[in-house]
């Protein structure tokens, strides 16, 4: 499947608009004609496009295929593309419906429009050639529910050239009579009132526990696309998503009355992405130390890769699986229907956050008289629920809320570094138990667990200001 960002910008123009000069700007290169003919696909309520998002089949034109358009940064749009495949047009790629499997669930991706278009192509070029921008003019004829529109537009697509290009042609356009578009794509005018807004539900007291539930729920669906692709970020963040929203369904349970059985499955979920993501970070930590080492390391360094890759592999294969199963798309509903909450949650959810900070407080304590590396581990874990309930209340909080956030952080990837270079250990007394290489590469993670350990003091004086804590009482 090819990716590729997309920005552009539409406008509607009346009947027989021509195109202003764009001297001054950068020169017309020779114009071709297309004729276009897509088929858009969405499930009944149109969950795609009310979520954002485009999915259709097309031919004609110099990029014929199956199209998804989804939300990018800023005001572009990422578009995943695959060629076209058979006789089928009516079935969707199982590529492009996985990744929208989180949004649509169970629904059945059905045609909902026909649009046909005539397309002028003109390429907007430097002096040397180059393409900066495609300027579009569409005559459409636009099919859905058995009712037929008509109308032109012009569309912008930035290629080669600076944002600045897209400001100028604009204003050239805006001059010769166009106005930026009503809607933002060909289909939605199409549909018409079939995408009226839904009228949203409003809380008369936002509650901050439901709002970060919500976030979280957000969360999953957001990076649900990238995981399946095993994209390593999307894997991190969606984990973190999950953990979240376990560790808020524990701390402030009494807000989720009846959601009793939703942890063990993110639990559940959370492993799957772990065992992907935590092969990740040790093949990038464990092989960037050893390819630095020389020659002598190679033996070492290709039975680290081997068995990495062998988890990363395996594990991939196994999130995909329950990625697309009807366990995955169960607990989807459930989160739903948790983050549909609203209300004013348990009687004082703020003491809950103190109370998660203050064991984790005292596990730490006890792990560093100690000397435990087992109960560092431990502490580590409390402290990320605590920060996961401090995020709750963060936001109110102003400044002090965020530095408490930031300090908290930083004090759990201290602990995260240290465990990982215990759990690095453990790797390799198992990979080369009498190899003299894996005995060095053991002390170098050794050393790194005694240069994490000795960072805690800092971190965590700064974690315990006082004036950070004073919102949690």
Avoid: C
Wanted: proline share 5%; charged share 35%; glycine share 8%.
């Amino acid at each position: 499947m090819e990716i590729a960002s997309e920005t552009e910008r539409k406008y509607d123009v009346p009947e027989n608009f021509v195109l202003p000069s764009l001297d001054g700007i950068a020169r017309t290169a020779a114009a071709k004609t297309h004729d276009l003919d897509a088929t858009y696909f969405d499930t009944d309520e149109l969950t795609l496009m009310r979520n954002r998002r485009t999915l259709r089949r097309r031919t004609g034109g110099d990029d014929a295929g199956w199209h998804l358009k989804t939300p990018g940064s800023g005001g572009s749009r990422t578009e995943h593309r695959l060629p076209l495949d058979g006789d089928d047009q009516d079935t969707v790629p199982a590529e492009l419906r996985g990744q929208v499997r989180a949004l649509i669930r169970r629904e059945r991706l059905r045609p909902i429009a026909r649009l046909r278009t005539r397309r002028v192509e003109t390429p907007l070029v430097d002096g040397e050639g180059r393409t900066l921008a495609l300027i579009a003019q569409d005559s459409v004829r636009a099919e859905a529910d058995g009712a037929e529109q008509r109308w032109q537009e012009v569309e912008v697509e930035l290629v080669g050239g600076d944002p600045a290009v897209l400001e100028a042609v604009e204003r050239r356009l805006v001059d010769a009579g166009a106005t930026p578009a009503a809607g933002p794509s060909k289909v939605s005018r199409a549909l018409g009132d079939r995408l009226r807004p839904e009228t949203p539900k409003t809380e008369k007291t936002k509650n901050p526990v439901f709002a970060y539930a919500r976030e979280q729920r957000d969360a999953l669906a957001a990076y649900d696309p990238g995981a399946r692709q095993a994209d390593p970020e999307s894997i991190h963040k969606m984990r973190v998503a999950t953990r979240r929203l376990r560790s808020s369904l524990k701390t402030f349970k009494r807000s989720f009355p009846g959601f009793e059985a939703v942890g063990p499955e993110l639990k559940w979920l959370a492993d799957l992405l772990g065992q992907v993501r935590d092969g990740q970070v040790q093949k990038g930590k464990l092989l960037a130390g050893v390819e630095r080492s020389g020659p002598d390391f190679a033996e070492a360094a290709a039975r680290i890769r081997e068995h990495l890759d062998r988890q990363v592999r395996d594990g991939q294969a196994a999130l995909a699986e329950a990625l697309e199963s009807e366990r995955y798309l169960a607990l989807l509903d459930q989160v739903d229907s948790l983050a549909a909450l609203t209300g004013s949650g348990e009687k004082d959810p703020l003491g809950r956050a103190r109370k998660r900070l203050r064991k984790a407080d005292r596990l730490l304590d006890t792990a560093l008289t100690d000397g435990s590396d087992a109960e560092l581990h431990e502490a580590r874990k409390a402290y990320k629920k605590a920060r996961y309930a401090v995020e709750v209340f963060a936001p109110a909080a102003g400044k002090d809320g965020k530095r408490l956030v930031n300090a908290l952080t930083d004090l759990q990837d201290v602990l995260g570094a240290h465990q990982d270079s215990v759990v690095a250990r453990e790797l390799l007394r198992e990979l080369g138990p009498d190899s003299f290489w894996f005995g060095v590469l053991w002390g170098r993670q050794e050393q790194v667990g005694r240069e994490t350990y000795a960072q805690l003091p800092v971190v965590l004086e700064a974690s315990r200001k006082k004036k950070l804590r004073r919102r949690l009482g």
